[in-house]
């Protein structure tokens, strides 16, 4: 069967020129498949980290201390007003030799790889968005909703994991998918610094068979296709987490 | 290494300050860059959306699927697109256009940003309650009439803020252009580094350069916010 679609591409190439080494070279396709597996792998340690951050932001945010508060809101207009590409430049370059270890031959490699550096670095782009899209799910939650909790003895952190949050989230959560959805996209930057995600591994399969205009369809339908498919996915959770008779 | 880098941090400062106007003309090109692909994307943005509340079914499902396809596709990938797929020169008559790369950067970020800016439009005229245009219909407008002089002059306010949003956005992607092999900030950035060769010049650079962002956008983000705040409906 892979075979016989192996033979037809090759064909293909013979007959009509497009050459599509992905379906009949087993090098290139299995570059290219380790190229879709390292993005669906970054994007999905990313969403989890940004969660977390989001969560993490929005109980700080929550928090009497102005220090905190102001500290939040600093790291959240930073890192929104500035390009992700030169975050990521300024954290590869600039604080990845700072944390590096000497190997056994003297030399200095580096702690983080480029792929956790890329990881650590969208998480924490997509985090600051994250805040903000949860702090406005929080504010919308009823305050009587809020005097409830407390009047039953909740203490604060214990009403925002209980209570706000649980509501919250549903309420945020068409917001929060888009800015997943964005992130997603936004692995393919992690290209300049050498991730071997999908257009980084597709960009050195062009530069070695040649056929550029084949790949760059293939790139942009794959990130089409993976996108939707997340789109799809984060609608199914979505309709999973609804509760029936709030109106969320 | 500590005393290394606290003698140097005088130095680190006279080097940015000296490199400082070949910065701020590289920040140009990206502000150069964002405005004109903005400018396209909006023209070419509002022209899709109104094709997307088009009568007619081929133009309605053609729009369509340009917003979609280009809203799920990653700006760089677009941008690749345009930089290695579209020609280097025309020839018109007898006469050899060149294609500069910048131009097909600014052309790569209008098509990509088009597609959100073609949804937005969507939505804003979507969000005009239907009487507007029942009551335009029996006042006689074509529909054509009350798309341009009713609903679209009503959707501008809606607009102004989402549009600023997007601006912000096309302005902080525009870094994306030197990974294509555009001259702007971070070409510079990289230029100054080669020259200096000095390992610790590495975080103030950059760090200057993410300044320069900020300061940029931070006020397009607080106007917007404010803009928001001022058109929302209290309900």
Same mark, same amino acid.
């Given at each position: %069967? ?63 201390? =102005? ?39 003297? #030399? ?31 504010? &919308? !939650?009823?305050?009587?909703t809020v005097e409830a909790a407390e009047s039953l003895g909740y203490t604060r952190l214990g009403s925002y994991i209980h209570v706000i949050l649980p509501l919250a ?45 084949? %790949? *760059? ?24 987490? =609804? ?6 | ?36 692909? *903005? &400018? ?19 133009? =309605? &499902? ?15 990938? /677009? ?9 280097? #020169?025309?020839?018109?008559?007898? +006469?050899? !256009? ?18 959100? %800016? ?21 006042? &006689? ?12 002059? #009503?959707c501008i306010k809606r607009l102004l803020p989402p549009w600023m949003n997007l601006y912000a956005l096309v302005m902080v992607s525009t870094p994306l252009c030197a990974? /294509?092999? +555009?001259?702007?900030? *971070? ?8 020259a200096n060769t000095r390992h610790d010049l590495l975080i103030p650079v950059y760090f200057y350069v993410l300044l320069l962002f900020f300061f940029y956008c931070y ?13 929302? !409906?209290?309900?």
């Amino acid at each position: %069967m892979t075979e016989s679609i192996a033979r037809w591409f090759q064909g293909l190439h013979e007959r009509t020129g497009i050459n599509l080494t992905v379906f009949y070279d087993s090098f290139d396709a299995a570059r290219f498949v380790s190229g879709i597996a390292t993005t669906i792998e970054l994007a999905f340690l990313c969403v989890i980290l940004s969660l977390v951050i989001g969560l993490a932001g929005v109980i700080v945010q929550g928090s009497p201390s =102005r220090l905190l508060k102001f500290s939040v809101n600093c790291y959240i207009q930073f890192f929104r007003n500035t390009p992700s590409l030169i975050q990521l430049y300024f954290f590869y370059f600039g604080l990845g030799p700072l944390i590096a270890v000497s190997n056994a031959n003297g #030399q200095s490699v580096p702690l983080v790889s480029n792929f956790a550096w890329a990881t650590i670095c969208f998480s924490i782009y997509a985090g600051a968005f994250n805040i903000e899209i949860f702090r406005s799910g929080v504010e &919308a !939650v009823p305050r009587t909703t809020v005097e409830a909790a407390e009047s039953l003895g909740y203490t604060r952190l214990g009403s925002y994991i209980h209570v706000i949050l649980p509501l919250a989230l549903r309420i945020s959560f068409p917001a929060f998918s888009n800015n997943m959805v964005n992130l997603t996209k936004l692995t393919s930057v992690s290209y300049a610094i050498a991730v071997p995600e999908i257009l980084y591994a597709s960009s050195q399969i062009w530069s070695d068979a040649l056929n550029v205009p084949e %790949m *760059m369809n293939i790139v942009l339908v794959s990130y089409v296709f993976i996108v939707s498919i997340f789109v799809y996915a984060m609608g199914r959770v979505e309709k999973a987490l =609804r509760l029936p008779g709030i109106g969320l | 290494m500590a005393a290394e880098i606290v003698s140097g941090s005088g130095s680190i400062l006279s080097v940015l300050a000296s490199w400082t106007p070949y910065i701020l003309k590289g920040f140009a090109t990206n502000v150069f860059i964002s405005i004109v692909s *903005m &400018a396209l994307a909006t023209v070419l943005g509002v022209l899709v959306g109104v094709g997307q509340v088009s009568t007619t079914r081929a133009v =309605r &499902a053609a729009c369509w699927a340009f917003t979609n396809f280009f809203r799920n596709a990653p700006w760089l990938v /677009v941008l690749f697109y345009c930089m290695l797929l579209l020609p280097f #020169q025309f020839r018109i008559g007898g +006469v050899v !256009v060149a294609v500069p790369d910048w131009a097909k950067a600014i052309l790569g970020i209008a098509v990509a940003a088009s597609a959100n %800016m073609s949804d937005l439009v969507r939505g804003a005229i979507q969000s005009i309650p239907t009487g507007q245009w029942e009551s335009a219909e029996s006042l &006689a407008f074509t529909r054509r009439q009350t798309l341009f002089l009713i609903i679209l002059p #009503q959707c501008i306010k809606r607009l102004l803020p989402p549009w600023m949003n997007l601006y912000a956005l096309v302005m902080v992607s525009t870094p994306l252009c030197a990974i /294509v092999g +555009v001259n702007e900030i *971070m070409t510079v950035a990289a230029d100054i580094l080669a020259a200096n060769t000095r390992h610790d010049l590495l975080i103030p650079v950059y760090f200057y350069v993410l300044l320069l962002f900020f300061f940029y956008c931070y006020p397009i983000s607080r106007i917007t916010m404010r803009l928001e705040r001022r058109f929302a !409906v209290v309900g």
